[in-house]
């Protein structure tokens, strides 16, 4: 009885799904057949279970695995067809792209401008597979969603901010007036939910368009947290409005979890955090971060996490959102809030140390 072959593949299974993910229909058999190939490199699988999960011919497979022994994975996507001409670039086309895919201000919305960018730069004319598959295996590029950046930021403040934050913590835990037995470090933030459907992406077949059944109701409720990266500890109330008399609201339940500890609070701008009337609690100080900076802010992150739950979902009312709020927050454990917040700055002069 013969033995499934097990092939080595050098790639790794993230960069076949990269390059599967933006490949024409002709490259992606060969691509799917090799990731199938990779899943099963340690046990090996035979050709006709790899034809029957990839859906095409035994031979096929056999052909591709043998083109991949042969010539790896730039002879495996390469396209075969008669008036194809694979491009070369050489070494200063290469540093051109690899300083262009490393401005994140380059304006590029994806690989058709990056090639008309490219031709008009050089004069030459170059093949737009051969230019999206060579950035791909040498850059790791891929197309992205920008992240805003205010035109009134200040870039200097905020990597002065970074650089210092170390030392604003020890200052700010030496100057607290009370009689605390432990200091912990919190980043705080509000974010909106409500029954305004909100749709992402989702996982289909091939030429099957997500659907997602949509609502505009303009309900919603807010959702304050605050997050450590130190501890993993969190602190989430869920508040009828974003304003000074729900902020206040928060900060006297949040002040309330574990009393003796000085809560050192990282957050932004907003007017109603620097209210005049707002009374901070003895255990809370308040650091705020860099105008327009909310990169510098992981708790970002943390609504994302609870967003991207969020999406593709219909709520009949407010209380069913309520619901999905606090099963959010339960799930959430100390261990993913240390991972998602623990934002490399936050370590730097190492005044914090991981638990």
């Keep these: 009885m013969a033995h499934p072959k097990i092939l080595v593949i050098k790639e790794t299974e993230k960069e076949i799904k990269n390059l599967l993910k933006q490949s024409i229909p002709f490259i992606g058999q060969r691509l799917r057949v090799l990731l199938i190939l990779k899943q099963n490199e ?73 090639k008309d960018w490219i031709e008009k730069e050089t004069g030459k004319s170059f093949n737009y597979n051969t230019l999206l598959y060579y950035c791909i295996r040498n850059f790791k590029s891929s197309v992205k969603v920008a992240r805003k950046s205010h035109v ?11 650089k210092d934050f170390g030392r ?26 409500g029954l305004f459907t909100r749709n992402g992406k989702s996982v289909t077949a091939i030429r099957v368009k997500p659907i997602c059944t949509f609502q505009q109701v303009f309900k919603s409720t807010w959702l304050s947290g605050a997050f450590s990266p130190i501890t993993g500890d969190h602190f989430q109330l869920i508040l009828p409005h974003c304003n000074t008399d729900n902020f206040q609201i928060f900060l006297n339940n949040f002040s309330k979890e574990n009393p003796k500890e000085l809560k050192i609070m990282v957050l932004d701008n907003g007017r109603f955090h620097k209210a005049k009337r707002l009374i901070v609690p003895e255990n809370i100080v308040l650091v ?30 407010i209380e069913d959102v309520e619901d999905f709020i606090i099963t959010a927050v339960k799930n959430t ?10 934002y490399a700055y936050v370590f730097l002069d190492q005044i914090w140390s991981k638990n």
């Excluded at 990839?54 to 495996?76: C, H």
């Excluded at 700010?172 to 939910?193: H, I, K, M, P, W």
């Excluded at 992981?298 to 994302?304: I, Q, S």
């Design 42 to 114: 340690e046990t090996g699988i035979s050709r006709r279970e790899v034809a029957k999960l990839a859906g095409v011919a035994p031979n096929s497979v056999q052909k591709w695995r043998t083109l991949y022994l042969n010539s790896g994975i730039d002879g495996l996507i390469k396209h075969g067809k008669t008036g194809f001409k694979p491009s070369v670039f050489n070494a200063a086309e290469h540093t051109m792209l690899e300083t262009k895919l490393n401005n994140p201000q380059n304006g590029l919305q994806g690989y058709v401008e990056l």
């Design 288 to 317: 705020f971060l860099p105008p327009y900076s909310p990169e510098l802010n992981p708790a970002e992150k943390m609504w994302a996490k609870y967003k991207r739950e969020f999406s593709n979902k219909f709520y009949n009312s």
């Design 168 to 193: 604003i913590c020890q200052e700010t835990a030496l100057n607290a007036v009370g009689d605390f037995s432990s200091v912990n470090l919190y980043f705080q933030d509000e974010s909106r939910f």
């Design 152 to 162: 009134k930021k200040d870039e200097d403040l905020g990597s002065s901010f970074k």
């Design 333 to 342: 454990s100390k261990k993913e809030v240390m991972s998602i917040c623990g």
